[in-house]
């Protein structure tokens, strides 16, 4: 559909408004979208379901880093966390896993370098 309406409208810029110009350009936009469509393949249910798992688990240990990254977890960044379960209407199981994302990323912060320890291991690299 957008070859198409690209084709289309260059058509008409390059033949000065002649419906010509449109007619080859709708044309060619035409074959330029049959070329593309078979390289489009659909989403099937179980990569969407997969897509969906993965944004699920990414959202609660996104939260989890951030909520520890000062050092403690607050009542606040719970509440927050719980806000966006309740948007996102989960039910038992769910929030169960919830929690668990959120909580396994906010224990292993604490076990990644921070930058400073990077910067101080880089400037100790570079003293002769």
């Not at 249910?45 to 951030?66: D, K, N, S």
């Not at 912060?109 to 320890?117: C, F, G, K, S």
């Amino acid at each position: 559909m957008t070859g198409k309406i690209v084709g289309a409208i260059l058509g008409m810029l390059l033949l000065r408004g002649s419906p010509w110009g449109l007619l080859i350009g709708l044309i060619l936009g035409h074959f330029y979208d049959m070329s593309v469509a078979p390289k489009r393949r659909p989403t099937t249910t179980a990569e969407a379901l997969e897509i969906g798992v993965r944004i699920f688990r990414a959202t609660y240990e996104v939260m989890g880093y951030v909520a520890k990254s000062d050092g403690r977890v607050s009542e606040a960044e719970i509440a927050a966390a719980r806000e966006v379960m309740n948007y996102m209407k989960l039910n038992g199981a769910q929030i169960h896993a919830a929690i668990q994302h959120f909580v396994r990323a906010a224990t292993h912060v604490l076990a990644a370098p921070t930058i400073q320890t990077l910067l101080v291991v880089d400037e100790r690299s570079r003293q002769p």
